[in-house]
């Protein structure tokens, strides 16, 4: 399993941005995929999942309303669009992969994650 994250950066607040994650070494489209991030000093934390199909989505509170979890199971990619960023959405972002394939959504047991992509918001 291998999964690559890109398009993190530095970003103003009310910015956005939009990050990627490759992934591959595994039937992509059979596995709920998700992102969470950790700030400094903090633990790593949930944000965002989406289905195997990609029909259904689950949000943490904190970015519901301003982040979307998409996916393209063709090209094996998982998305993460940002907007409305705020100076608390600084992170490393992590792309995870479900521990079992054809799961319902779920806010845990992600098996797998890549190195992460770092997300700074600052005026």
């Known amino acids: 399993v291998q999964l690559v994250e890109s398009g993190g950066g530095l970003a103003q607040p009310g910015g956005s941005l939009r990050l990627s994650c490759a992934a591959s070494g595994f039937i992509f489209s059979n596995y709920v995929m998700g992102w969470y991030r950790q700030a400094p000093g903090k633990e790593r934390e949930f944000v965002a999942a989406?289905?195997?199909?990609?029909?259904?989505?689950v949000y943490a509170d904190s970015v519901k309303g301003r982040f979307t979890i998409s996916r393209d199971n063709a090209k094996k990619t998982l998305y993460l669009q940002m907007n409305s960023l705020q100076l608390e959405d600084t992170a490393l972002y992590y792309c995870a992969k479900h521990q079992a394939p054809w799961t319902a959504l779920s806010l845990k047991n992600y098996a797998d994650w890549g190195q992460g992509t770092q997300v700074t918001v600052s005026s």
């Open positions: 989406v289905s195997w199909s990609g029909g259904g989505t």
